[in-house]
Structures are given as C-alpha cells and as structure tokens.
C-alpha cells in the first residue's frame, strides 16, 4: 500500500483498539504503537487509583503522542490507538500532519461494548467509567466508522477498502442523469467512482473530462476501463446504472458480472421495465450479485439537487445502499428524504413506471387547458398569468414549468407557437397502459394520455382530416374558473386512478406497499410534485382509494359542475380535449349503480355462449340462454 499516512483508531475503552491495531499492523505490514504505552506515570498512577484523566492530564500524552506520529512519518505509515474523543484531542493529535492523518472509529453501542469487556477474562469495566466515555466521546465527522459488530477480519478488511481510497460508491453511466447523480452524491461528501466507455470520436475521456469541470468531483476516482472501476470500489460494491433502459442495460450487466464479487451490489436507475427488473433480479441472484431497480425522477435538475427515489427489491439489500440514496434524495416539507423502500422486487420500477403514467396525464390536461384558453382568446402571456392565478388552488412543478414555456419568447413571437405538435416518448406511458390492461384496471387517463400522443403524431393525417372534417373549434363561452375547476377534476382522477393501479399491483405481485409513503416521496423531487400530493398523504394514510374519502368526495362533488360544462361547451365546439371529457367519462361510469354491461353479458352469451349472471339469482351461479328460440 503507497501511502504516507498515520492511522489513528480511535473510540472509547473497550471497543477494540488494540486488537484491530495489531491485525491492521500485520495486514499493512507497518507498525502499531497502542497509545496507552505512552502515557506518563503521573497519569499511570492516577488511572491505576480509578481516577479519571482531565483534559491537563492528556495534554502531555497527546502531545507525545502527536511527536510519535511526525517522527514516523519521517519514513513509514504507522498504526496509533487512542481514544481521542474530543475534537480538541484530535486537533492535537493532527498537529502539522492534519492531512496525513486517517480516522478510524471503531464504533459501538453502550451495550455491545460492555457486554464484550465484561465478557472478556479479569476485564471488568464498570459501566459508569464507560458511560463516563461516552458522554465525553464528541462524534468526529471525518473519521471512517466501522461498527464493532463486525468481525476483527472484517473489519480490518473494509478498513484496508477505506485506506486504499477505494469508493464507496460507483456510478456507471455519465449521460445527463448519471452527471447529475454523480455531482450530488460527490456534494454530499462520498467517494466516488465514475464511469463512462470510450467511443471513439463520440464518447472520449468523459469521466475525466467530467471530473475535471466541477470543484465538487475532485475526490472523484474517473474510470474508462471497467475491470478498474469495479477494483475501485469497495465491497460489498455499490454500482448505480444510468444507462438507457433496455438491451443497453443487459449489455452493461454482462460486461460488469466477471468483475464482481459475491455480495456485490448493482443498482439501476434507469427508467427500465419493472418485469425485465425482476428477471434480472433472479438471474443476478444466480451469480451471488444483489440487484436494486431503482426509479429515479426529476430530471437533470432533480438529479443533481434531490430526486424523488423509488428503491424496490431485498430489503437488507436495499439497507446497504440506503444512505447514498437517502442522501441524495430531495426532502420533503418535514426535511426527510423523498427516498423510501417501495417494495420486493421490480416495484421500485412499476412505481416509477406509474409515476410517468400520471405525469402523462398531468402534462395532458395542462395541454387541454392551454388550448382552452387560447380559444378564449388568450395569447401564451395572458394563458402564462391565468396558469400563475391558479397556483392558489391546484400548483405543482409542471404548472411551474409550463407557466416559464408560455412566457418565452422567439423573436417578437412565443417560442411555443414555433413547436411542432408531434409529441414523442420514451416509453415508459407506453408501458404503463400495458401494465394496466394486464392487471385489469381502467387507469382510462394514462390510455388516453398515451394515445393523445400517438395521434398528435399522424401530422400529415391530421392536416388532411382537418381539410376532410372541417373541424375548426370556435369560440368557447367559458369563465377561467370553470377551466380551472374542470382541471383539478381531471387531476383528482389522474391521481385515483394511478395510485389504484400501484395499489391493484401490490395485490397481484404480492408487494407491501405504502401508498402513503409513495405520495410522500412524490411531494418533492419528482415531476408529478404537487400541492395535492401533499394532501394525498394523510387520506392515503386512511384509504387506499382516495374516492372514498371524504375530503375528496367534496372536492369532486363541488367541481363536477365545472367539468360537465368545460367538456360539454368543448364537445360542442368541436375542440379536442380527450383527458378531460375522459375524466368526467370515467367519475360517471364510475358511479354508475347500475350500467348497461348487462347488454354485454347478453350479447356475448348470445354469439359465444359465454353465460351471464342474474340479478335474481343470488347463488352467483353462470347460465346461458338460446336467444333465438
Ligand atoms: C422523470 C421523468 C423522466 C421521463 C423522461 C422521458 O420522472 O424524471 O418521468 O424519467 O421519463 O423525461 O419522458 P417521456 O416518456 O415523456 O419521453
């Protein structure tokens, strides 16, 4: 090991100084010097009559102690036990040498340190003279901790990982997300390994290049080589994936496995399939490697100043890689952080899959709402001052952000008017009607959503129906209240309809989930953060389905009217607004006591035979009728 360090192990009596100090002095192959050798007899005779040492009685011995150190480092590392639990023992202690001096606490409870001195033969501590310890130990903040439950190995192994400046952390994947992760966990003050290939001409020295444009990465260990950025780090390894999602990701986890020890931890945050997440979950497990999905969002910015993140698989997994994710993670209005385990499995992903599903809807509706707006005559200045008027009521990141797009201009035109209307997706909307159509749930927004994606696609084909229909919407009788009543409507059916989709999932795959705590992690840091997230949090609390709950059935029973108009005025006018009439579609299919399924039943049995239940038998029992005789 090339290093020119002093080593102090420190801690309070009991928690294993010498011992560690003799095993690290072997495996290092440098000396070990046990501070308590060094006292002077003045402080021998006090501490053999059981008086306690005052800050004058150290004084000496941590000066001494300080010399020992300078003259060591004169030609070799060394190893020197001492409790120095107060920062001023330590400022002594690190005297001219400060930035050659390591900590490392060796920390334990209360409990574990008596039982294991009173355990050991003619030891006796008197739990007073350890309290005594305790209450003088002053935490350091730049020493490694190891916790003493650890065995003696162990411990010495993970100290040699922390000496050999391996990272505690690694991320593989310097994209847009992968720079902002990485700059965040360097913030934060952990060691870090980056990664990035090489492509040549594409992608060339961008760890390094990277590292070297921010102050905050200059710890950061940059790698191109991944045999070498995987040796960097220590085990269990911590890798965080910020690769696009798909085949990509596979590719990665192959070039990764002969590089990883047993024990070994990946971690992915990318935006990947929940059911490829539990297929790689099962197939690492075969190679003795842990797997995390882990749904990440809120963009290049969230990523970089706290993201909202949804951890899902082993939960004792999940607990090792909890403090670098909590870290990082944006808090919330009670300053914790808006990272919680969802749930076995792929469920961090499905999570995040349904995050997108409800920020589909939402960016819909707010679409729908501007091109209403705009037919009341509004230009994107005056719609951007209507937006603002209804932060009061209903303000989130994406009403924020689409009051900023409204406002920016292009020359003496608004940039958003020079726009195609051709919207584009990654996929993971996509994947979410798929996903509720599997489980069965009419999450009818995200649907529509999706497909009013799709269908601003066809361009050519709406210019030449648009000729064909004549469809030109025309001017709409409509008070920016009832726009915006109709809006928070909408909102509330989105929001219904996504956490019933998460809820029926938990069910189906057998995840505990909390839906409280999902809303929690989702009030700050994410795309879909909102005032009404907030206040999702104490109704999930008492109900899954937040259209049971009191607070929400007033709100809609008082906003229905509004929704009934907006769309009714809209439909009449010909204006397209698919997630808002599919709202009011859905409230009242919703509530419909009594539907007309039963003509389905009917029609089906009558050409398929495919039976029906009565209403007047109350057996449940199927039965089929010949419907021509
Ligand atoms: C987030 C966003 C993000 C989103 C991409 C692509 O939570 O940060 O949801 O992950 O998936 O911006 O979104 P599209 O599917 O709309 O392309």
Redo the contacts with the bound molecule.
């Keep these: 090991m090339n290093f020119n360090n002093v080593i102090f192990l420190m801690g309070v009596s009991g928690c294993g100084k010498s011992a560690i100090g003799e095993l690290l002095s072997q495996r290092l192959k440098i000396p070990f010097f046990d501070g308590d050798d060094f006292h002077p007899q003045s402080n021998i005779d006090k501490m053999s009559l059981g008086e306690p040492l005052n800050d004058q009685d150290r004084y000496g011995w941590l000066v001494t102690l300080n010399k020992l150190a300078k003259q060591q480092l004169l030609n070799n590392s060394c190893i020197i036990a001492c409790s120095a639990l107060k920062n001023s023992y330590r400022e002594l202690l690190s005297t001219d040498i400060k930035n050659q001096v390591k900590w490392i606490h060796l920390a334990g409870s209360f409990n574990q340190i008596l039982e294991r001195v009173n355990k050991r033969e003619n030891h006796f501590m008197s739990s007073n003279l350890l309290q005594s310890q305790f209450d003088t130990l002053e935490l350091p903040e730049d020493a490694f901790e190891v916790n003493i439950s650890m065995t003696p190995e162990d411990i010495v192994i993970k100290t040699e990982e922390f000496l050999e400046m391996k990272s505690e952390f690694g991320l593989f994947g310097l994209g847009v997300m992968g720079k902002s992760l990485s700059r965040n966990l360097a913030q934060k003050g952990f060691n870090i390994s980056i990664f990035n290939r090489e492509e040549k001409g594409t992608e060339e020295d961008v760890a390094i290049k990277f590292k070297g444009a921010h102050k905050e990465l200059e710890s950061a260990q940059p790698f191109s080589d991944i045999k070498a950025f995987v040796n960097s780090l220590q085990t269990p390894r911590r890798i965080m994936l910020m690769v696009n999602a798909g085949k990509i990701t596979d590719m990665v986890i192959e070039d990764l496995i002969p590089h990883l020890s047993d024990g070994d931890i990946l971690i992915d945050g990318g935006?990947s399939n929940y059911l490829k997440t539990k297929e790689r979950y099962d197939y690492l497990k075969t190679k003795q490697v842990h797997f995390i999905g882990v749904g990440v969002?809120?963009?290049e910015e969230?990523a970089l100043k706290g993201p909202s993140i949804m951890p899902g698989g082993n939960k004792e997994i999940y607990n090792l890689v909890k403090p670098y994710l909590e870290s990082i993670a944006a808090k919330d209005a009670n300053n914790l952080p808006c990272c919680t385990y969802i749930g076995e499995e792929g469920s961090g992903h499905f999570v995040k899959m349904v995050?997108?599903g409800i920020?589909?809807v939402e960016m819909q509706l707010l679409a729908e709402v501007y091109t209403i707006l705009k037919l009341l005559g509004n230009n994107p200045d005056n719609i951007a001052d209507i937006l603002k008027s209804y932060k009061t009521k209903v303000n989130s990141y994406l009403l924020g952000i689409t009051i900023d797009i409204l406002r920016k201009k292009d020359g003496e035109d608004w940039l958003v008017n020079k726009i195609v209307d051709k919207a584009?997706?990654?996929?993971?909307?996509n994947w979410t009607t798929i996903a509720t159509a599997e489980l069965g749930i009419p999450s009818t927004l995200i649907a529509s959503a999706l497909f009013a994606r799709y269908t601003s696609f066809y361009k050519e084909e709406r210019l030449l129906a648009s000729g064909n229909f004549n469809i030109k919407p025309s001017a709409l009788n409509l008070e920016v209240d009832a726009v915006l009543n109709a809006y928070q409507f909408a909102r509330i059916i989105n929001h219904y309809q996504g956490l019933k989709l998460i809820s029926q999932a938990g069910k189906a795959y057998g995840w505990h989930l909390n839906l409280s705590e999902i809303a929690r992690i989702w009030t700050n840091g994410?795309?879909i953060k909102s005032d009404f997230m907030i206040d999702l949090i104490p109704v999930l609390k008492e109900d899954d389905n937040i259209l049971n709950h009191k607070s929400i059935i007033d709100q809609v029973q008082f906003l229905k009217p509004s929704i009934n108009q907006v769309v009714s005025e809209c439909v009449l006018k010909e204006l397209a607004v698919p997630c808002l009439s599919e709202s009011v579609n859905f409230l009242n299919t919703y509530s419909t006591a009594n539907s007309s399924a039963n003509i389905l039943q009917a029609q089906r049995d009558y050409f398929g035979a495919h039976t029906y239940q009565r209403t007047d038998d109350a057996s449940g029992k199927y039965h089929h009728t010949n419907w021509q005789e």
Aim: glycine letters at 36%.
């Design positions: 935006n969002s809120g963009g969230g995050h997108n920020e589909y584009g997706n990654k996929g993971t909307g994410c795309i």
